[in-house]
Structure formats: structure tokens, C-alpha cells
């Protein structure tokens, strides 16, 4: 059984920094792409950044040059590092194996940015 477990969200002013992680179980992590989405209130849900099992990135426009995926791969775990927020960037973040089969979703983790 899949299980994703997203943490680090919170309030955070315009400009300043948040770091998310996420803890992947029931998969091989280490051969996995890996992926951050967003879902904003009354939006759809949107790809922010993957990384592949052995570390290429790849980030949508809208964040490109202000938040950086990683993951370690040891410890079953991606990090998406997210500087510059902006008000825009509200919603709830979640992460996922790309493709997603089984479309296995964690919980999320809000991020509030405050003008």
C-alpha cells in the first residue's frame, strides 16, 4: 500500500521561504520519478516540480529560480524548498510517484502566503 505523508506547510509572508517534505512508503522509491503538485482553492490541481530517480529536475514556469526539489533517496524522502513565495502560491502541496498509477494521494500540506 501506497502512503505519502507531506509536511512543512504553514503561514508564511510574501518573500519568505517554507521547505516541504514528503515521506514515500509501499513504493521503490529509489527508482521513481517523483513529483510536488499544488491544488489552490477552486482550481484544478497543477505540477510544480519533479525529480528523477537519479536527481534531473524539471519545474514548472510559474517556479522556476525560487523553489528547489531534492530527495534522498536513503531516507524514502523529497524536499521541495520554496523561497520567494509569493501570494499566489497558496494551496495545498502534495507529492506523488509520476506517473501515478494508482493515483495514490498523501494528505497535504497547506502553504498560506500572506501580501
Known amino acids: 500500500q501506497v502512503q505519502l505523508v507531506e509536511s512543512g506547510g504553514g503561514l508564511v509572508q510574501a518573500g519568505g521561504s517554507l521547505s516541504l517534505s514528503c515521506v514515500a512508503s509501499?513504493?521503490?522509491?529509489?527508482?521513481?520519478?517523483m513529483g510536488w503538485y499544488r491544488q489552490a482553492p477552486g482550481k484544478q490541481r497543477e505540477l510544480v516540480a519533479s525529480i528523477s530517480s537519479g536527481g534531473t529536475t524539471n519545474y514548472a514556469d510559474f517556479v522556476k529560480g525560487r523553489f528547489t526539489i531534492s530527495r534522498d533517496n536513503a531516507k524514502n524522502t523529497m524536499y521541495l524548498q520554496m523561497n520567494g513565495l509569493k501570494p499566489e502560491d497558496t494551496a495545498v502541496y502534495y507529492c506523488?510517484?509520476?506517473?501515478?498509477?494508482?493515483?495514490?494521494w498523501g494528505q497535504g500540506t497547506q502553504v498560506t502566503v500572506s501580501s
Open positions: 509501499g513504493i521503490i522509491f529509489s527508482a521513481r520519478i
Open positions: 506523488t510517484p509520476l506517473p501515478n498509477w494508482g493515483d495514490n
